[in-house]
């Protein structure tokens, strides 16, 4: 079975640098398309970026919220999905979830969250 665990994550200050981590085990990160997810308090989740692998190389979309940023990447001999933040803003926290699946509309596989806190 698909299991993602997370880690990283935290309270940090404006302008800060995050690093978050989703390491996938019952499957090769190779074949997932792997996502980042979050949801600010008291609204609702939003796409933050996302990873497609293909033949050409890796696909990768941002929010443009983020954009410039945040950067995902992976470590497929470790089968782990990272999310770098810089210049941390105060909405940036939120509840931050990865996901994979076979595709960016099947992401059937979703980590437990983690909470980022950005003070000003």
């Known amino acids: 079975q698909v299991q993602l665990v997370q880690s990283g994550g935290g309270s940090v200050q404006a302008g800060d640098s995050l690093r978050l981590s989703c390491t996938i085990s019952g499957g090769a990160s190779t074949g997932y398309v792997m996502a980042w997810f979050r949801q600010p308090p008291g609204k609702q989740r939003e796409f933050v970026a996302d990873?497609?692998?293909?033949?050409?190389?890796?696909?990768?979309n941002y929010a443009d919220s983020v954009r410039g940023r945040f950067a995902i990447s992976r470590d497929n001999t470790k089968n782990t999905m990272y999310l770098q933040m810089n210049s941390l803003l105060p909405e940036d926290t939120a509840v931050y979830s990865c996901a994979a699946g076979p595709s960016r509309s099947q992401l059937n596989y979703w980590g437990q969250g983690t909470r980022v806190t950005v003070s000003s």
């Open positions: 990873e497609t692998l293909s033949s050409d190389g890796a696909w990768r």
